[in-house]
């Protein structure tokens, strides 16, 4: 299937729109807004939570080290990042000056400011899979009240709503650790690998065709 010229406008439109966006005190503080990359006609997507120094200094989201690491495994299987649409919750670097955290965790406000755009991305893009990266983001989309890694890596389901929001194609979701969480803390490295090769190895399946 190629990229219609519509869905091509769309997206550059509603890239327009995040750059105009200043509701949260993280846009005020950004380098660039970091709408996603790859293509918008991957049959695949992938959603993080936010975007890191690296990713804010360019502009690509998932290219930092949690992202090289990530971009290390989906290549063992054979798998581009540019065949991918990887983006995040939040379009600017969660961070603020003189705070204690280089990235903050998005809290409400933040997230019901940037979901609209996410959404629109997701509604022009209509992925067969869904990558949930972290229990941030499954927590939004799914729109639950808490995710716990332990108990949720790995889940697989039909994706009836994303947000508040009804999915009326075929997409399905599934949930990977961070990989971030190996580099915050090495004893997660085991689990967090496997996580990512159980992904890509199943996001092969909806490449296919």
Not at 7 to 14: G, P, R, S, T
Not at 53 to 58: L, M, Q, T
Not at 84 to 89: E, K, M, P, T
Not at 143 to 171: Q, Y
């Amino acid at each position: 299937m190629s990229i219609s010229k519509s869905n091509e406008e769309k997206m550059q439109h509603l890239i327009k729109q995040m750059g105009r966006c200043y509701l949260c005190p993280f846009a005020f503080h950004r380098s660039n807004i970091v709408p996603y990359s790859g293509s918008i006609d991957a049959k695949v997507t992938l959603v993080g939570e936010g975007p890191g120094k690296e990713e804010d200094d360019s502009g690509e989201a998932f290219i930092g080290p949690a992202g090289r690491d990530m971009t290390g495994v989906m290549t063992s299987y054979g798998i581009k990042r540019k065949d991918l649409f990887i983006c995040n919750l939040l379009k600017c670097r969660p961070v603020l000056p003189y705070a204690l955290k280089n990235n903050q965790t998005p809290g409400l406000a933040e997230v019901q400011n940037c979901f609209p755009y996410l959404w629109e991305q997701i509604r022009i893009v209509q992925p067969r899979l869904v990558v949930l990266v972290g229990a941030t983001a499954a927590k939004w989309v799914l729109n639950v009240g808490s995710v716990t890694m332990g108990e949720s890596a790995g889940k697989k389901d039909k994706l009836e709503a994303f947000g508040k929001n009804a999915v009326d194609w075929d997409c399905d979701y599934t949930i990977m650790w961070h990989p971030a969480a190996a580099l915050h803390n090495p004893n997660n490295k085991k689990v967090v690998n496997k996580s990512m090769r159980d992904t890509f190895h199943r996001a092969k399946s909806y490449m296919k065709g």
